[in-house]
């Protein structure tokens, strides 16, 4: 399920320039969820391609692994204005595309406190849960959950990328 090109359902789409759809590999059973798109996404149409996106690629590469083996995606698909988070109303509104791309997931990783949020509905720091797996409920259907910093955090703070890099590691054993 996918939202039209002339999706309306939130207030994003009058400041959007393409819906950002999920990218990688759909196969795969792993699909890393991000926040939303950012300025780079909005306009090439696909998640994690600016700066975050090269601090993901950078240590998945690391790890033994690349975007094309797994899929990513945001809680919303519509870049927010000024790059804010997503209100729970558009989180809301993108919810069912996020279900059907996460229903046949075998383990998600949850990037950022945003993500976290809508996900698992955790509220709490981050460096409490990060790396810590648990499950989350899709459609009725418990799924294998991996809370991870955002890749933005391990940019303004680099004590975390230790952390993500440990995400990283997770994820390649599972891909093994």
Excluded at 97 to 126: H, I, N, Q, T, W
Aim: aromatic residues 6%; charged residues 25%; hydrophobic residues 35%.
């Amino acid at each position: 399920m996918r939202p039209e090109p002339d999706c309306a359902l939130c207030g994003l789409c009058a400041g959007r320039t393409k819906i950002v759809l999920p990218d990688g590999n759909p196969g795969s059973g792993i699909i890393f969820v991000g926040e939303a798109p950012g300025e780079s996404e909005d306009r090439e149409g696909r998640p994690f391609v600016g700066r975050s996106g090269k601090v993901l690629s950078a240590m998945m590469e690391k790890a033994g692994f690349s975007r094309a083996d797994v899929l990513i995606t945001n809680t919303v698909k519509c870049r927010p204005p000024s790059n804010r988070d997503p209100f729970p109303e558009e989180m809301a509104a993108c919810r069912p595309f996020l279900e059907s791309e996460l229903e046949g997931a075998r383990l998600v990783v949850g990037l950022g406190k945003s993500a976290c949020r809508d996900l698992m509905g955790y509220e709490g720091p981050m460096g409490a849960v990060v790396n810590t797996m648990c499950s989350i409920e899709i459609r009725g259907r418990r799924i294998r959950f991996l809370p991870a910093y955002h890749p933005a955090a391990t940019i303004y703070n680099r004590e975390l990328r230790s952390e993500l890099e440990r995400t990283m590691e997770i994820v390649a054993g599972e891909l093994r």
